[in-house]
Structure formats: C-alpha cells, structure tokens
C-alpha cells in the first residue's frame, strides 16, 4: 500500500495537468503541470501572475481537487474577490472531485468509497477528513468576508485585485488591509498561493511574495492574430497590464482616477440622461447627475443591452435616487426612447446633437473633471466598467457609450430649465 501510494502521488507530482486532460480540461499543456504541481507540492509563499484566459483558474480548482485527496487532514482557504467568483470555482472543484479518476484516486490511496460530505457555494469536504472539529477542507470566502476565527494551512487567492482596483484608490487599500489579514490566519508552516492579473501600479500585488510573471507572449496560449484583435478592443494601458503584465503610461489618457461620494441623497432633484444601444457592440449607458455648491455628483451605470432592456432598471432608479427628467438624444431614434420613457410615466426630453462627440467629451467632461464626484455606496455599488470605460477614453477608443452620456449629462445639467425637477410623491 505504501509503494502503490508513492507511485500516485509521483503519477500527479510528473503530470497532473495531463491528468486533467484526460478528464476534461483538454487546453492545458505542460506549462499547466508545473503551475497546478506548485500549488500542489510547492512550499512557501509565492504568486503567480499569468495573462487573461491563461487558465490560471482552472489550475487552482485542479490543484484544489488534488489538495482534498492527497492532503485531507489540511485546511484550505480559497478567496476571489466577491461571493460569486468564490461559487464558480467550488463548483469546478467539486465536479473534479466527482470524476472517475479522482473516485478512483481515493479508492486506491485509503480503500474507501469517495465521496462528497459537503458541497456548498462555500464550502466542499470529502468523507476522508478524520477528526471531529467539523471543519470543512476547503472554505471559499468572498474578499468581504469576515475572517475573524479563521484558520488554514493553505491559502489561494485568485483575482481578488480586478477592474475595480483600477479605477478605486479605496479598493486597493482595502485588499491591502485583507491580504496582510490574511498572514494572521494561516498556520504555522502553512502557505498563501496567490494568483491573478495586474491592474494598477499601486495595487496589492505590491505586498505579494514570489513573484513569477507570464505575458501573452511567452505561454504561447493565444496566437498573435488573436492577441491582435484582443489589443484593438481596449486601451494601451489596458492591454499592457492585462496581457504584457506591465504598467504604462497611457500619453493620450483624457481623464485621471475620478473622487467618489457615499451619500444618494446628493443626486436628490437631478437629471438623467441615457446614450442608447440600439443593436451591435454598443452598450447602453445611463448618467445621473446633479449639481450643489460646484460640484457634479453623478451615478453611471453601463449595460451591453438594448436600451429597451435596460430601460425598467433605468425608470426604477431615477425613482428611487430621486432623479427627475431624463434626457437622450434624438439623431438616431427619432424620438422613439423619449416617447418610451413617457409611457413609463417618467417625465423626459429629446435633444438634437450636433456637437462632435470628442470636443464634447473633451470640453464639457474633461473641463469639469476635478468637480466630478462618482457615486459608490452599499446599496449603489460602483459600476467599475463604467468607470473604466471614461478612464480609458481617447479620440480612438473602441467604446465611449459612458463618457458620452457622462459629458452630455454634465453639459445638459447646465443647459436645463431653471425648475424644480422631481416632485414629492410623483
């Protein structure tokens, strides 16, 4: 039985992403079987930055499954950045977990038939856990998450830094103060195994150990017609963090990281204003705004929906932030969104705009920029693509749906009929 073990265990030490293929996860190569064999075998705190669609995920849920069986009397910790990313990856676990190999696996190394005793969004145990603690093996925490009488000896981190690190100064601070929270709750000996793709030059990658760094261009994942066609979707910058895992210098950025305010109440009285999809790679983008003591304070939301599909959202809010008429432009649709938005019993205006959309941005946004305040509560989360999308903005972008409605609403807010826009009770 000791010999049978060792050969399993040098079966998966050699070749555990080969294993994979064999059950499903047929993109992996061998630049796979030394990641998954590092998170599995390797000791002492290390990171591993790897480009978007580098299946830096699916090695954690690998190497996850291999960690229950090999190592069942370890706790393990799993954290992403919110309660859904975290479900995602328990789920794909539990499915390796399932397969025949891994039944199989257990089978040989203990003799007993395998099986799943817990299997949760959150939490995944396997009838191989001696003790009677009643701890899981392996806990999935969303970065919201209390830690607070926690305790592993093994922790993974995946992707807790992303677009909202970018584009949030008080994100990145507070996945600082989780990661260094994360030191206090790993055993003596234990590890922390960080994964994830860079967004900000100040993020917390800067307080992670280790770390081994594998751009687009040395995995051989995506071909260069690919990454061509990737490149030409966003921004420089944007490409380079996420693809060439550097930070740049965007010479022809617009707009600086925006100020933020916590408080609804300020847009209480204020416009609306949308910039329509109506079909193709355009997303519908939505603007609240309102104007006190010279300061814009302003909630964006985007959507890559029809506008008719987002309209309900879009009524529903103005209603409860208290936003009274919403103003959109009338060149495409000839009035067609405006006369929506009335028999939604909302009141609207149409306008007709002939200003080019860049000198529009680039006046009426760019001129107000520093009095710009984005809206980011509890209840009215900030919308990081959104915001993405303005900080991203140049002459050439591929998308400028939210800068767009952003300036318009700024310029329309100033251009507005001096009355009372919302009404009690309406």
């Given at each position: 039985m000791?010999?049978?073990r060792e050969?399993?265990v040098?079966l998966i030490?050699?070749?555990?992403?080969?294993?994979a293929?064999?059950?499903g996860?047929?993109?992996?190569?061998d630049?796979?079987?030394m990641?998954?064999?590092?998170?599995?075998?390797g000791?002492?705190d290390e990171t591993l930055q790897a480009h978007?669609?580098?299946?830096k995920t699916t090695?954690?849920?690998?190497?996850?499954?291999y960690?229950?069986?090999?190592?069942?009397?370890?706790?393990?910790?799993?954290m992403?950045?919110?309660?859904?990313d975290?479900a995602?990856v328990?789920?794909?676990t539990?499915?390796?977990?399932r397969s025949a190999?891994?039944r199989?696996?257990?089978k040989r190394?203990?003799?007993?038939d395998?099986e799943?005793?817990?299997?949760?969004?959150?939490?995944?145990?396997?009838?191989?856990?001696r003790?009677?603690?009643g701890?899981?093996q392996l806990?999935?925490?969303g970065s919201?998450a209390?830690?607070?009488?926690?305790?592993a000896?093994r922790?993974?981190?995946?992707?807790?830094?992303n677009?909202k690190?970018?584009?949030?100064a008080?994100?990145?601070?507070r996945?600082?103060?989780?990661y260094m929270?994360?030191?206090?709750?790993?055993n003596?000996g234990?590890r922390i195994?960080n994964t994830g793709t860079?967004?900000?030059k100040d993020?917390?990658?800067?307080l992670m150990?280790?770390i081994?760094r594998?751009d687009?261009?040395?995995?051989?994942?995506?071909?260069r017609?690919?990454?061509a066609?990737?490149?030409k979707?966003m921004?420089?910058?944007l490409f380079?963090a996420n693809?060439k895992?550097k930070?740049i210098a965007?010479e022809?950025?617009?707009?600086?990281?925006?100020?933020?305010?916590d408080?609804?109440k300020m847009?209480?009285?204020?416009i609306g204003?949308i910039?329509?999809?109506?079909?193709?790679?355009?997303?519908?983008?939505?603007?609240?705004?309102?104007?006190?003591d010279?300061?814009?304070?302003c909630?964006v939301r985007l959507w890559q929906k029809?506008?008719?599909d987002?309209?309900p959202?879009i009524?529903?809010?103005c209603r409860e932030?208290?936003?009274g008429?919403?103003y959109?432009?009338e060149?495409?649709?000839?009035?067609?969104?405006r006369?929506?938005?009335?028999?939604?019993?909302?009141?609207?205006?149409?306008?007709?705009?002939?200003?080019?959309?860049?000198i529009k941005?680039s006046t009426h946004?760019?001129?107000?920029w520093a009095?710009?305040r984005?809206?980011?509560?509890?209840?009215?989360?900030?919308d990081a693509?959104?915001?993405n999308q303005?900080?991203?903005?140049n002459?050439?972008?591929?998308?400028d749906?939210m800068?767009?409605s952003?300036a318009?609403a700024?310029r329309q807010?100033d251009?507005?009929p001096?009355?009372?826009?919302?009404?009690e009770?309406?």
């Open positions: 000791a010999n049978d050969d399993i040098a030490y050699d070749c555990p992403a080969d294993i293929v064999k059950i996860y047929d993109k992996l190569t630049l796979h079987n990641w998954i064999r590092d998170m599995v075998f000791e002492g978007r669609g580098s299946f090695c954690i849920s690998i190497a996850l499954a960690i229950l069986i090999l190592f069942p009397a370890e706790r393990t910790i799993f992403r950045k919110t309660d859904t975290v995602e328990m789920k794909a539990a499915n390796v977990l190999f891994f199989s696996l257990a190394l203990y003799g007993v395998f799943l005793v817990k299997d949760t969004n959150s939490e995944v145990s396997t009838n191989l856990i003790g009677v603690s701890a899981s806990l999935g925490l919201g209390s830690l607070t009488g926690k305790h000896d922790i993974f981190t995946d992707d807790i830094i677009i690190d970018r584009v949030s008080a994100e990145r601070e996945i600082k103060l989780i929270e994360l030191q206090n709750i790993r003596r234990g195994f860079p967004w900000h993020d917390a990658f800067t150990p280790n081994v594998y687009c261009y040395s995995t051989g994942l995506i071909s017609d690919e990454l066609t990737i490149e979707s921004s420089v910058s380079a693809y895992l930070h965007d022809e950025a617009m707009f600086t990281e925006p100020a933020y305010f408080d609804p847009l209480r009285d204020g204003h910039d329509a999809a109506y079909g193709g790679q355009d997303g519908t983008a939505f603007t609240a705004v309102m104007k006190r010279g300061i814009f304070y909630y029809h506008v008719d987002c309209l959202e009524i529903r809010l932030l208290r936003i008429t919403i959109c432009e060149n495409a649709d000839k009035g067609y969104l006369k929506e938005i009335r028999k939604k019993g909302h009141p609207s205006r149409g306008y007709s705009e002939n200003t080019n959309k860049f941005i946004l760019k001129s107000q009095s710009v984005l809206l980011d509560c509890d209840k009215y989360p900030l693509e959104a915001v303005v900080l991203d903005y002459e050439n972008a591929a998308h749906d800068p767009d952003l318009s700024v807010f251009r507005r001096q009355m009372k826009a919302w009404k009770g309406y």
